[in-house]
Every structure is written in structure tokens, then in C-alpha cells.
């Protein structure tokens, strides 16, 4: 297991379809979080999880956005009904229950663009 | 509310000087801090971080950072830089969570050969 795995890499899709990515985390760590990066910003919280367990998503930037991890490992993220201010990078971490200690270890993320 | 500032966005500079980059946060109570990296086309790794002891701390490629309670800072220096050290670098922190890191906006490094 070398490291956090997204899917696509890229996607484009046309305004008002629906898209869905997937991140496949450290096999070991528990903890898998969402973030979002826009041009010219850091990283924004979306949404994380504790095994299968959703525990935080009221970050989630509006009712379109949903993420699942059903078995406890892979996640994914959907966006519906996508506008062009979703384009952005979306990242998926993973870490250990202590994150503050050993920190992230991110993903390469997924670009969308949604013309 | 919570917030890490990085005021300077674009950072110049030429092979062997000395770096250092802004970081300072806002929020009262505990935290810990980080620098990530980010290499053009790869992802975000962890540079180096501070959680608590030593308010000096050194990270992988040379670089270390220091923890100044007082003002509210936590910034990344490296004695002499390389060009490949060409990259963006994003200071973060945990504040009142312990899951979601508030990020700054990052700084763009660039190195002159």
C-alpha cells in the first residue's frame, strides 16, 4: 500500500450532471476525510469519517453533496445536479485516530471542471 | 472563529538564500500546527509539525519551523534553498477539533537557479 489513492484523476462534465469520486485510503488508517481546493486557497474541510462512521458533515457545501464509506475503506464523494463553482480540486486524507500527531496523508485529488 | 493567515503569496528567491515563511493563527486555546508541501503536479506532504515540547521544530529536507505562543506564529525557515525546493507550501493547524485542519491560503516559492 504506497498511499492514498483517487479516482479519476480528472473529470469533466457538463453542468447538471451528476459525478462521483472514489478514494481508496491507507489500508491501516481509520480516519478518511474530504477536503476542497480552489485556485489560490488552501484546502477546505468537507466531511470525515471513523470506519464507516460519518461523524462530521455539516461542512458539506449544500444538499448536493454527499459521501459514503460503507465498508470502512473506500469512500466516495457524489456531487449532483454539478454548477460551474464546483470546479475545484477535491482532496481525500487518510490518517490514524491521533491525527494530530501523525498528521494526513493526502491524495493526489481529483480536478473537476464542470462547463 | 478559528483562521491560519499566510501573508505572503508569492515568495522569490535566488539558490543558497535564506528562507522564511509566514504563518500565524488565530484562536486562544491549544493547538497543533503543520507545513505541507506541495511540488508542482504531486500532493500534499508533510513537511514537518508541532504538537507540543520542543516549540523548535526540524522537518525532512532541511527545513524547521518555530512555535512563538506569544505571536500566535508558526513559521517555516530553511537556511539555504535549493531550486528544488520550488513548490507551494500551506501552513495548518487544528484548533478546536481534532479532524479538521484549518488551512491558509498557501505560498507559492519559487527559486531561481
Known amino acids: 500500500d504506497t498511499g492514498v489513492s483517487q479516482d479519476p484523476r480528472h473529470k469533466i462534465t457538463k453542468r447538471g450532471q451528476n459525478v462521483t469520486f472514489r478514494c481508496d485510503p491507507i489500508?491501516?488508517?481509520?480516519?478518511l476525510y474530504w477536503y476542497r481546493q480552489t485556485l489560490g486557497q488552501g484546502p477546505e474541510f468537507l466531511t470525515y469519517?471513523?470506519?464507516?462512521?460519518?461523524?462530521?458533515k455539516s461542512r458539506l457545501l449544500s444538499d448536493r453533496f454527499s459521501a459514503e464509506r460503507p465498508k470502512g475503506s473506500f469512500s466516495t464523494l457524489e456531487i449532483q445536479r454539478t454548477e460551474q463553482g464546483d470546479s475545484a480540486m477535491y482532496l481525500c486524507?487518510?490518517?490514524?485516530?491521533?491525527?494530530?500527531?501523525?498528521?494526513?496523508?493526502f491524495g493526489s485529488g481529483t480536478r473537476l471542471t464542470v462547463v | 472563529a478559528q483562521s491560519v493567515s499566510q501573508h505572503n503569496h508569492h515568495v522569490i528567491l535566488s539558490e543558497a538564500a535564506s528562507l522564511e515563511l509566514g504563518c500565524n493563527y488565530s484562536?486562544?486555546?491549544?493547538?497543533?500546527l503543520f507545513w505541507y508541501v506541495q511540488y508542482p503536479g504531486q500532493h500534499l506532504q508533510l513537511l514537518l509539525k508541532?504538537?507540543?515540547?520542543d516549540p523548535l521544530v526540524k522537518g525532512i529536507k532541511g527545513f524547521e519551523a518555530e512555535f512563538i505562543k506569544s505571536k500566535f506564529s508558526f513559521n517555516l525557515r530553511k537556511p539555504s534553498v535549493q531550486w528544488s525546493d520550488t513548490a507551494e507550501y500551506f501552513c495548518?493547524?487544528?484548533?478546536?477539533?481534532?479532524?479538521?485542519?484549518?488551512w491558509g491560503a498557501g505560498t507559492k516559492l519559487i527559486i531561481k537557479p
Open positions: 486524507a487518510s490518517s490514524l485516530p491521533l491525527p494530530s500527531e501523525f498528521g494526513y496523508t
Open positions: 489500508s491501516e488508517h481509520n480516519r
Open positions: 469519517f471513523q470506519n464507516e462512521a460519518q461523524l462530521e
Open positions: 484562536y486562544g486555546g491549544t493547538v497543533n
Open positions: 508541532y504538537f507540543s515540547g
Open positions: 495548518a493547524g487544528y484548533m478546536d477539533s481534532n479532524y479538521q485542519l484549518i
